[in-house]
């Protein structure tokens, strides 16, 4: 309960309205995994991906790009790398560990163009590499947990959209996620979500992050999550 006091607490020294003091009490954790909230329930897709888990779909080796899953065993255990000083400029990563020695980041890479008219739509990717700039969990000020690109820079929605991945061929669909950038034009700065996609969030939800040999995990920041994200209350 400690971290919800001293985050009311903060939240009222800034002069925030009072109403930022209902936001759903959370728990800590190092490990998490990330459960998809639709923010606008009228574009949920069918099946519905609300409440369910991103995961991930092979793509190459220890390549994947990232799907929906209603399993949480299919979802990988993340966890937020850094220092506090990483974690102040954006430069924290969301790592998850393969279970044998190697280390995968949230990554995205630019659809492109001609697969979607939309500008600024990204896919995700769960892989070997230098980790995705300025991903990370919301900061301890704001009243939810959830994950944020470029907070404070640009407008931006994670998205769930019908698509295939070309390594599983043509016929095969999945519900993959991705991620838009706001666009710029004469009436201002939008986040259009691609239509038959879903807005979501991915709030991490609290899991066990196993020790593996060969990795280290000093830098890994305890984060707030939410035990089960199906049964909050927004
Ligand atoms: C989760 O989704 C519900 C329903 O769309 C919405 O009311 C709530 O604000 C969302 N929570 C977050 C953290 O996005
Ligand atoms: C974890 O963060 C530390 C501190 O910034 C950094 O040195 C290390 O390279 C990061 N690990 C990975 C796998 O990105
Ligand atoms: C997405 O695909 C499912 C079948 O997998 C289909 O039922 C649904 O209508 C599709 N949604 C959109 C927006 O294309």
Known sequence: MLPALLLSASVLALGVSAQSTCAP???????????????DLSLDLTPSVHG???????????????IVSPDSNLSPIFYQNGTFQDQLQFRAGILADTGSGLIEALQYLPL???????????????????PG???ALTRLWTPVSYLTILDGVVGSSFVV???TI??????????VVNWVAATRD??????????GCAPVRLVPQCAFL?????????????????????????
């Open 133 to 135: 700039a300025g991903t």
């Open 186 to 195: 004469s009436t201002g700065t939008h986040v259009k979500i691609p239509t």
């Open 112 to 130: 492109p163009e001609e697969d979607h008219p939309t500008q600024g739509h990204n896919r995700i990717f769960v892989s070997i590499g230098t």
């Open 161 to 163: 959209c019908n698509a």
């Open 210 to 234: 196993p020790v593996v040999e060969g990795v280290g995990h000093e830098f890994v920041q305890e984060v707030r999550c939410y035990d089960d994200v199906g049964g909050v209350e927004w």
């Open 166 to 175: 070309p390594y599983y061929g043509s016929q095969r669909v999945f519900q």
């Open 52 to 66: 369910k888990y991103l995961s991930t779909a092979h793509i190459g080796p220890a390549q994947n790009r990232a």
């Open 25 to 39: 009490s959370h728990s800590a954790s190092t490990g998490f995994r990330l459960v998809l909230n639709v923010t």
